[in-house]
């Protein structure tokens, strides 16, 4: 299944348009910018670092030469989440949620008001959300945009591999769950 959604996000990177990523188009600014950011010192420490107010790259060698749609861990997340949506119920609630420490060494309950609420699709969604933002946008080579819409097209590629794969089996099943959109997709041999 991943080697589908990567093959997916490559055809789309292959035929995308040639669009601009973040920090692309830098070197020159029309217009005005709020007070502030001009008085940020996150500004002024990119500039005493690198001599410039432009933020920096995460990664040295600058922004990387593929277009930034469609990104790939948007589309493998968003086809990984969608293989476990088939597989286990999406709306069980998770009983006694645990979270990590500040230092990490240990889980204690979480207490946050929504902790009777959480969901196994709630959860996935948020790890595929974490996963494509995580790399693409905090690093600054993708727009939020193109991390939303490769977990959709990553979600469709799953969609089609499990209709095609239900097609295989000679037992009779429907399967029902949540997309990432809210609305429900069907998986079936009947």
């Not at 060494?105 to 959300?129: F, M």
Request: aromatic content about 8%; hydrophobic content about 35%; glycine content about 8%.
């Amino acid at each position: 299944m991943c080697t589908a959604a990567t093959a997916r996000s490559r055809e789309g990177r292959n035929r995308a348009v040639d669009q601009d990523r973040p920090g692309e188009q830098g070197s020159s600014i029309n217009g005005s910018l709020n007070d502030n950011v001009l008085n940020s010192q996150a500004v002024q420490s990119s500039f005493n670092k690198y001599g410039t107010y432009l933020l920096s790259q995460a990664f040295s060698e600058g922004s990387p030469i593929h277009p930034s749609y469609p990104t790939g861990h948007g589309v493998v997340a968003g086809a990984c989440i969608t293989i476990l949506k088939f597989f286990f119920e999406g709306n069980f609630v998770i009983p006694n949620p645990q979270v990590p420490t500040e230092e990490g060494l240990a889980l204690v309950p979480y207490t946050g008001s929504d902790r009777n609420q959480i969901t196994v699709n709630s959860e996935l969604n948020k790890l595929a959300h974490n996963i494509t933002f995580g790399h693409g946008i905090h690093a600054g080579i993708h727009w939020r945009s193109d991390s939303d819409v490769s977990m959709v097209l990553g979600e469709a590629t799953a969609i089609s591999f499990l209709q095609d794969q239900a097609q295989t089996f000679n037992e009779k099943f429907t399967v029902h769950f949540t997309k990432l959109d809210g609305t429900t997709a069907t998986i079936s041999n009947q």
